[in-house]
């Protein structure tokens, strides 16, 4: 639980140091501005030879003109290759691609950024989905990359209006986690289509010890010369082989918990199936060395909003995406299945899904965000010739389910922004029980160490009316006078939350975890 409060002191002191220090990218992902990519190609017929190098994910050489709000920006020899795999049938030419903008040149870089991940917005008729999800999961407090938008040229010709996604390399690991020395996998694109796709599911089932047995279901992203996964292994072995109790007992020591649980609750809450939750890919564990803990980061978020589902991979027959149930998961999930069959750690589940519910996930709130975006990106929609959908397609899902025909895809209903966003959250605020969650992040407000902790609670300023409340918002422990610390020790081991009066008479809170 240290994390939480660890993250919350980084973002307020990165919040009032924001004019000396800048996040790299902090140019690219700006809010409110569509940036501008113009790629020049040597090579005549370049785009059969970008097509011909996606099996090999061979990068192209071309040159790179970027302008954004910082203003206009030539880099030479950048690398291009196309990505993706169901986003590659994408039926026009809009294909999915990466820049490598120091493929061909060591040390070159935009905005300290390395590189630059460019989605075409394939089954989503808004083009803002991923922009949404992310925007909403970074702010809930789960690791996620940033995304803006870009016009994107090829050798002079408009080609598409593009999702600009953060890469999930060291860069982000330094100014999202504050560590960048462990081993970072990624979800295996187990589709066995696409480039390096095995078609074996991310599952984070066991496989025994051999390292081999899960190769083609991760992808080692970092370290790749040492090569060790015995810590994954070790992960993998926890989740499955452990008992319930000696899972729900270790997990807040092997996981950042609160994170992974809030990034559980998104993807519910979300209907976004085609996470771990359904498909069992598009996500990265990081192993922080730092904490000694694993971070679950967030990836491709094109099908957010119930487009993965209806039945089809990764659905589970499930035909309405506005109801689906609050523990909804695939066959085959050990670690859901562990936390879910938790009632502690399901408490803490419905807790996070909560937070989410009135602080992130609203008609309220999302729905005037929705209508930002659209406007400011509706022009540049329109010119898009390339695009999947149609001009009114676009409008009409901004507010309500579309019909649409087969080809890539497969048609059928997409759900509308808003229509989707009333439904599910209706739906959601009937069934989680939020009768006892704790409603907003930002109510964590006073630092507790050690933690986890045996015996003494130390608190960093002295507090009265001092109550602790177990996951299920009973109260087991009080303490009026003021203190620096309390004693837990006759608590058992599990999770709580502290309230107390600080000096200044105003009400805080924390977490902390006894062991």
């Given at each position: ?20 220090a800048q996040i790299e990218g902090d140019a690219v992902f700006a809010e409110d501005q569509i940036i501008t990519v113009e790629l020049e190609f040597s090579q005549p017929g370049f785009f059969d030879s970008l097509l011909l190098n996606y099996e090999t994910a061979d990068y192209m050489k071309a040159d790179l003109t970027l302008t954004d709000n910082t203003g206009t920006t030539v880099l030479n020899e950048v690398g291009v ?359 907003n992040a930002e109510f964590f407000n006073v630092k507790l160490f050690p933690n986890p902790t045996s015996d003494i609670l130390q608190f960093a300023e002295g507090l009265t009316e001092v109550v602790v409340y177990n996951v299920f918002g009973q109260e087991v422990l009080q303490q009026k006078e003021r203190a620096v610390n309390i004693t837990v020790s006759d608590l058992t081991a599990g999770s709580y939350i502290l309230t ?16």
């Amino acid at each position: 639980m240290q994390k939480i409060h660890n993250l919350l002191f980084c973002f307020f002191l990165l919040s009032s140091l924001s004019l000396i220090a800048q996040i790299e990218g902090d140019a690219v992902f700006a809010e409110d501005q569509i940036i501008t990519v113009e790629l020049e190609f040597s090579q005549p017929g370049f785009f059969d030879s970008l097509l011909l190098n996606y099996e090999t994910a061979d990068y192209m050489k071309a040159d790179l003109t970027l302008t954004d709000n910082t203003g206009t920006t030539v880099l030479n020899e950048v690398g291009v290759r196309l990505k993706g795999n169901s986003t590659f049938n994408h039926p026009n030419n809009k294909k999915a691609f990466k820049i490598d903008i120091n493929e061909y040149v060591s040390g070159q870089n935009y905005d300290g950024l390395k590189k630059l991940n460019f989605s075409n917005g394939f089954k989503d008729p808004t083009l803002l989905r991923e922009k949404i999800f992310f925007d909403a999961a970074r702010a809930a407090g789960a690791p996620a990359p940033r995304a803006n938008f870009a016009n994107v040229y090829f050798n002079g010709e408009l080609w598409g209006f593009y999702t600009v996604v953060e890469q999930i390399d060291d860069q982000f690991l330094d100014w999202r986690i504050l560590d960048d020395d462990g081993n970072l996998f990624k979800a295996g694109d187990n589709f066995g289509g696409g480039p390096q796709g095995g078609g074996n599911a991310a599952d984070l089932q066991w496989y025994g010890t051999d390292q081999e047995e899960y190769a083609e279901r991760y992808e080692l992203k970092s370290n790749e010369d040492e090569n060790d996964w015995s810590d994954l292994i070790d992960l993998i072995d926890y989740i499955d082989n452990s008992s319930q109790a000696d899972f729900t007992a270790e997990f807040d020591t092997r996981f950042e918990a609160e994170e992974y649980l809030t990034s559980a609750a998104l993807d519910n809450i979300f209907s976004n199936l085609d996470s771990y939750t359904g498909s069992a890919r598009n996500y990265y564990l990081y192993h922080n060395l730092t904490t000694d803990k694993w971070e679950w980061i967030k990836w491709d978020a094109n099908e957010t909003f119930g487009s993965y589902g209806g039945g089809g991979p990764g659905g589970g027959g499930q035909n309405n995406m506005t109801t689906l149930e609050i523990d909804y998961r695939d066959d085959n999930r050990p670690l859901l299945d562990k936390v879910f069959n938790s009632p502690e750690l399901f408490a803490r589940y419905q807790n996070a899904m909560c937070v989410i519910l009135n602080n992130h996930f609203s008609p309220e709130m999302l729905n005037p965000k929705i209508d930002a975006l659209r406007d400011l990106v509706q022009s540049s929609v329109y010119a898009d010739n390339n695009k999947q959908y149609s001009n009114a397609d676009f409008d009409n899902n901004i507010e309500n389910n579309i019909t649409t025909g087969g080809g890539p895809g497969g048609g059928g209903t997409t759900y509308g922004l808003k229509s989707f966003i009333s439904a599910r959250y209706n739906f959601l605020t009937s069934e989680a029980d939020c009768t006892t969650a704790v409603q907003n992040a930002e109510f964590f407000n006073v630092k507790l160490f050690p933690n986890p902790t045996s015996d003494i609670l130390q608190f960093a300023e002295g507090l009265t009316e001092v109550v602790v409340y177990n996951v299920f918002g009973q109260e087991v422990l009080q303490q009026k006078e003021r203190a620096v610390n309390i004693t837990v020790s006759d608590l058992t081991a599990g999770s709580y939350i502290l309230t107390a009066l600080n000096e200044n008479g105003a009400r805080v809170a924390g977490k902390f975890v006894k062991m």
